[in-house]
């Protein structure tokens, strides 16, 4: 047969067409930005911003942008059930890793010092 059978993870032409599209509103914010180098810093910064929203309006319509939709949807329902660290857990455990890289830099840095003096006792200098 030579049917075409369109995958499940494929991108159809419609959601293509949407990806060239935000490409394009990108590139199009990014060369107002360079060609209208004679509009305030602000005014141009805002062309690229605008390129930026529209861009990611369209890719948002996407079959992409429907999963990433999904997926943001899901992580913000998974991080209500996080439950975090207390100020002082956080405190507690950030002085305990400080502590731990000191400790572990002191000692490589006297290996290093070993290596060093054993590499200098071979060669004689």
Request: charged fraction near 15%; avoid cysteine; charge should be positive.
């Amino acid at each position: 047969m030579n049917s075409k059978v369109e995958q499940p993870g494929s991108a159809s032409t419609g959601d293509i067409v949407k990806y060239a599209l935000a490409v394009l509103l990108v590139a199009a914010g990014v060369a107002a930005y360079i060609y209208f180098d004679q509009w305030a810093g602000p005014l141009r910064a805002l062309a690229v911003a605008v390129g930026l929203v529209l861009a990611a309006v369209v890719f948002l319509t996407s079959g992409k942008g429907l999963q990433t939709r999904e997926f943001l949807s899901e992580s913000r329902f998974e991080l209500r059930k996080v439950v975090w660290p207390t100020r002082q857990e956080a405190m507690r455990t950030t002085w305990v890793v400080i502590i731990a890289v000191a400790v572990l830099s002191l000692i490589l840095a006297a290996m290093d010092l070993f290596i060093q003096f054993l590499v200098k006792l071979i060669l004689g200098q």
